[in-house]
Each structure stands twice: as C-alpha cells, then as structure tokens.
C-alpha cells in the first residue's frame, strides 16, 4: 500500500497571502488528522475529518480550516498568512482497526 | 498546546549502549504511542500500546503502557548510528476522534 502523501513538500508565502496544502491519506483509511510543528510548540493537533466531517478541532485560530473530499482526500487552507504560521504541516491518517496514526512527510510552509 | 512530559530531551551516547527515555502525564490515556522522526520527514510509528503494563517489542525497541495509564517508556537496546533522530511519545484518550497528544521529543545522537 503506498503511504500518506503530501503537496506540495515546500512552499514559500508571503505575510497576508493564503495557502491551501492537500494530503492523500492510505487507501482505505478514512480519518485524516492535521498537524502543526514547530521547533517552540512541537506537535499540535489542527483537526481531524472523517467521512467528510470535521470531527476534532484543536485550538487554532479560524484562519486554519480544512475539509475532506468523498475519496478520503484531504485539504487544509490558512489565510492571511502570518510569519509565526512557518511550520512543517503533517498529515496522519487513521487506522480505525488498530487505532493507529500514520503520518505523511509534510508540507514545510516558510512565510516571508 | 498541551503536550505529555518527555525526558531527556537530549541524549548523546556511544554506539552500542542501551538508551531510555519516557513519558509522563497528569491525565490517563487508552493508548500509546511511540514514533521516530527523521529530519524533513514525518514521523515514523515504531510501537503501539493499548493496555496498561503492556510490554511491546520491535526488534531492539521495547516499550511499555504503565499501569496507571498516565506514563509509558520506551528503551532501545544496542544502539546504531542509524538511530539517530527523534524520538516522540503520543497518548490519545480513546474518545470520539482521533486526537493524539504530543511529548515534546527526544532528541538522540549517537557517536560511532
């Protein structure tokens, strides 16, 4: 089975301008989870869809959001982008059987 | 974010030597988790726990669900450079969704 992937891997913004990252969680794995790392922060849980529906939230401001398409696959957007948003941005999608994350190899956004 | 208590952050050993390191919370969790991550890289699942005292192994890693359900550790026996990188815990409660909470790594280094 191929893994979780992730696009782009990098991406360059500037301050005010809006991004939108995607992830393709494994096949069959319907639970996709979004994450924000950050070397002073670690690893912060965004949101989590399942069958389309945003299921989890974590504590973020609304210019983060995302949606899930029928195929699983998954978007997030972060608009007026600010410089404190450079992060790596992981995608982990769920193994409901065994309760199981796997993570994608992330988009790393830099904000200018 | 909240995050689990991670120890060390830091670790510099010689090749061949065992290394530990654990996690600890102030609130229970149903499963743990224990993942590598490699720079440029998303994290890599190495152990799964489900059940307090549970004792799991994966070749020369071995880790452990403490009997409270508020710690785990994680040992790796007979280190190898190819070890280096670092190493997260993760404890999700098991309620609706999938939210992992994140320790704050530890960071392994390992002289030849």
């Known amino acids: 089975k191929a893994g979780v992937t992730q696009t782009p891997r990098y991406l360059i913004k500037t301050r005010g301008q809006q991004v939108t990252l995607s992830c393709s969680p494994i096949?069959?794995?319907?639970?996709v989870s979004w994450y924000q790392q950050t070397p002073g922060q670690g690893l912060q849980f965004l949101f989590e869809?399942?069958?389309?529906?945003?299921?989890n939230k974590g504590n973020f401001p609304g210019r983060f959001s995302g949606r899930q398409f029928s195929n699983s696959r998954s978007e997030m957007n972060v608009s007026t982008l600010e410089l404190g948003d450079s992060a790596l941005y992981l995608c982990?999608?769920?193994?409901?059987?065994?309760?199981?994350?796997?993570f994608g190899p992330g988009t790393r956004l830099t904000v200018t | 974010g909240q995050q689990l208590n991670q120890s060390p952050q830091s670790m510099f050993i010689q090749e061949g030597e065992d290394v530990s390191m654990n996690c600890t919370s102030s609130s229970i969790f149903n499963t743990w988790l224990w993942y590598k991550q490699d720079p440029g890289e998303g994290p890599v699942l190495l152990i799964a726990?489900?059940?307090?005292?549970e004792l799991t192994s994966n070749g020369r890693l071995t880790a452990q669900f403490g009997i409270t359900r508020k710690d785990s550790f994680l040992n790796i026996s007979a280190s190898i450079p190819s070890d280096v990188g670092i190493y997260f815990c993760a404890g999700h409660r098991g309620n609706a969704g999938n939210m992992l909470t994140f320790g704050g790594g530890t960071r392994l280094m390992v002289k030849p």
């Open positions: 096949s069959g794995h319907r639970s």
């Open positions: 982990a999608s769920l193994n409901a059987d065994r309760g199981e994350q796997y």
């Open positions: 869809y399942f069958s389309e529906t945003q299921r």
């Open positions: 726990l489900y059940k307090a005292g």
